[in-house]
């Protein structure tokens, strides 16, 4: 099935540093999703976009919906250990439901 | 912690049996999507329930099929099982109709088939 473009499959940083993912399409989304899954959970919604060009924040966490409506991106700053996990993007478009693709995920090391 | 629940935890099944997995959903959601998240990968849609009905299938064969309850929790059932049916399955319930909807996932059941 479709999926959305995340890359690279892993990152790797140094505690304190910032990091930056991006999430491409060849198709229009109407709402950007970015959740995180730590080994042996569901996805957790870390942030919700739901108009082109918005940009939100929450705490360390800022993402933004591409102005082209077919890419976002998100950044982490002063990254510390618990940010360790999976970061998976996901697009919705509004319609008779509202399945989420996803991407395959971007696995993100902090080293202390 | 979202309030979704699913059962079991882990599954193990044999080629060809059939398998029931649950899901309660949060309260006051109406709507519950199910997702297979093979390893490596991300979540892919197999389908949702609203209200009781199917509201949208994904690229998944018949022999995927789901129930709604009247109050709201599901399952997902899946037949004649092969070994590419083994993966994580996530449900996620949300509030639907809305265009801010909102899906919230559960921890997953982990089947595993031999």
């Known amino acids: 099935g479709q999926q959305l473009n995340q890359s690279p499959q892993s990152m790797f940083i140094q505690e304190g540093e910032d990091v930056s993912m991006n999430c491409t399409s060849s198709?229009?989304?109407?709402?950007w999703l970015w959740y995180k899954q730590d080994p042996g959970e569901g996805p957790v919604l870390l942030i919700a976009?739901?108009?082109?060009?918005e940009l939100t924040s929450n705490g360390r966490l800022t993402a933004q919906f591409g102005i082209t409506r077919k890419d976002s991106f998100l950044n982490i700053s002063a990254s510390i250990p618990s940010d360790v996990g999976i970061y998976f993007c996901a697009g919705r478009v509004t319609g008779a439901n509202s399945k989420l693709t996803f991407g395959k995920g971007i696995t993100l090391s902090v080293r202390p | 912690e979202t309030g979704v629940t699913q059962s079991p935890t882990h599954l193990i099944k044999t080629r060809g049996q059939q398998v029931t997995l649950r899901c309660s959903s949060q309260s006051g959601h109406n709507t519950v999507s199910w997702y297979q998240q093979a390893l490596g990968q991300g979540p892919q849609f197999i389908f949702q329930y609203y209200r009781e009905e199917e509201n949208g299938r994904g690229n998944f064969p018949p022999r995927f099929s789901g129930l709604q309850f009247p109050n709201y929790s599901s399952e997902l059932n899946v037949n004649a099982l092969e070994l590419d049916d083994s993966a994580l399955y996530l449900c996620?319930?949300?509030?639907?109709?809305?265009?801010?909807?909102?899906?919230?996932f559960g921890p997953g059941t982990r089947l595993t088939v031999l």
């Open positions: 996620a319930s949300s509030l639907g109709g809305r265009r801010t909807d909102t899906q919230y």
């Open positions: 198709s229009i989304f109407n709402t």
């Open positions: 976009l739901y108009k082109a060009g």
